[in-house]
Structure formats: structure tokens, C-alpha cells
């Protein structure tokens, strides 16, 4: 049986829902192709569930900049029999994809969330299927596909861009019909984001959160945090950026995310008790 929808309007406690990566791709920035077999992508998805996430989110496609789009029947390839096999293990599953026919496949094998990087925006039957099931809907800042992204890094302002932008689409996908307790925001960190747009949309991730909108931040071992602090010397490769990323998500819970999307999910926890325990009085 497949895991429920954690509730929307807040998170379960005061501290962000854990949402766990299961890339099923063969060229993500993150894990280079290690679960992109489907046996692997299961075991892996269900490890990350026994360590603590309350979400597992399934993807096919790799976003990171310059990645070419697989074939709609790669991507149902990829994904649904991941996503079938975690919801029947009673995980609570998202999918990550841009694509309507993907999306309702998933949704057939068992997601409970549908995840778009796009907002809605890549694909016009995608909205359209988020009203119909009544999932939560996922919506991210996003100006382009991977291929050409970073070419429209170019803002005023990016906080204020990002919020407006955010704040536009909003009232489009609740205009379309998706229910206010159903829509989560996504500020897109590194989605036609330069570093420094990244860190300054960290510093103003207050502004994002008084959109009233549930967010979610996916900060986890992107590349502007391989030199924080190092003025020279090798960058971090994608999984020594574990600790960095810990950092980052404590500070969305300080400030209010509803949930973050990471890899590495002991290391989130650790830095959620720590700051519990911290908390306590003596």
C-alpha cells in the first residue's frame, strides 16, 4: 500500500519534513548514475526512508545545467517501477518530473505528491492533472529547460525577481484550480541561478516563506557550496558538500521551510537534534 500525503499547511513538528533524493538517471551532478538500475534506485530509496525521510523523491530526468531531456518512454522506464515498488513498501513518494504523461503514470504506481521543476510551466497538461488528482503540487522558480537555464540568470533584484515570479505563478496554478493547502514553492536554487544569486535568495529565503505558501528548499550538494570557504584549493566534489548542505537546511528550518530535499539524510537529522537539543533547557 502506498504512503499517504504528509499534511501540506505545516510541517508534522517544528522541524522541516526530510525529503530523500532517489535519482534513477545515469548523469546526475550528484551521484554520477549509482542508482540509475532500478533494484539499486529501490534499495537505495528504501535506505534513506529507514534513516529518517518522510518523503522519497523519485526522478528520471537530471536538471542539472546542460543535461539533454531523456525520451518520454526512458523517463516512464526509469521511473515508475521505482515508484511503484517504494509506495507498495508503504513509502510516501513524489515524483520529479515535467511531464504530464510521466506524472500520471506515477500517480497510477503510486506517488502521492507530484513534483515539477517547471511549475506546471514545461508541459500544459501537467496543471490540469495536478487538479484532477488532488496531489500536492510542487511548483519551482524555473525560466528554461537545463539546456540554455543559465543564460537567463540575469535579475534586478533576485529575491524580489524570484518572490514576484513565484508569487505570479502562484495565482496562476490556484486560478487553474490547485487547492492553496495542495501548493508547495520552490525557490529553484541553481535553476538559472548563479552562486551568488543562490546565497542571496538563502539570505532572503524570509521574503520566499511570507509568500504564505508552504516552501521547499533544495539547496543539497549543488555546486555553490563546493568553494564556501575556500579561497583556493580544490573544489568539494558533490558528496563532500553532505555537511554544507546539514548547514543549509538547519538554517530553512530556522526560517521556515516546510520541508527540504536532500541526499544525505542522517546528516540532516543530525543537524535538526543538534539544534533541538541546543534548544532544551537545562
Known sequence: MSGRPLPVGSAPSARPVIMGVVNVTPDSF????????????????????????????????????????PSVSEELRRVVPVVA???????????????AGVAEAAIGAGAAYLNDVSGGLADPAMVPLAVESGLPFIAMHWRGHSADMQSRAVYDDVVVDVARELAER?????????????????????????????????????????????????????????????????????????????????????????????????????AFDVADELAEEG
Open 30 to 69: 550528484s551521484d554520477g548514475g549509482e542508482w540509475f538500475d532500478p533494484d539499486d534506485a529501490i534499495a537505495h530509496g528504501l535506505a534513506l526512508w529507514r534513516q529518517g525521510a518522510q518523503i522519497l523523491d523519485v526522478g528520471g530526468e537530471s536538471t542539472r545545467p546542460g543535461a539533454e531531456r
Open 85 to 99: 515498488a517504494l509506495s507498495e513498501a508503504g513509502c510516501v513518494v513524489s515524483v520529479d518530473t515535467m511531464r
Open 170 to 270: 502562484r495565482e496562476t496554478l490556484l486560478d487553474a484550480g490547485i487547492r492553496s493547502d495542495r501548493l508547495i514553492l520552490d525557490p529553484g536554487l541553481g535553476f538559472a541561478k548563479t552562486g551568488d544569486h543562490n546565497w542571496q535568495l538563502l539570505r532572503g529565503l524570509d521574503t520566499i516563506v511570507g509568500l504564505g505558501q508552504p516552501v521547499l528548499l533544495g539547496a543539497s550538494r549543488k555546486g555553490f557550496l563546493a568553494r564556501v570557504g575556500r579561497a583556493a584549493g580544490a573544489e568539494r566534489t558533490p558528496k563532500e558538500r553532505d555537511v554544507a548542505t546539514a548547514v543549509t537546511s538547519l538554517y530553512a528550518a530556522q526560517h521556515g521551510a516546510w520541508g527540504v530535499r536532500v541526499h544525505d539524510v542522517v546528516g540532516t537529522i543530525d
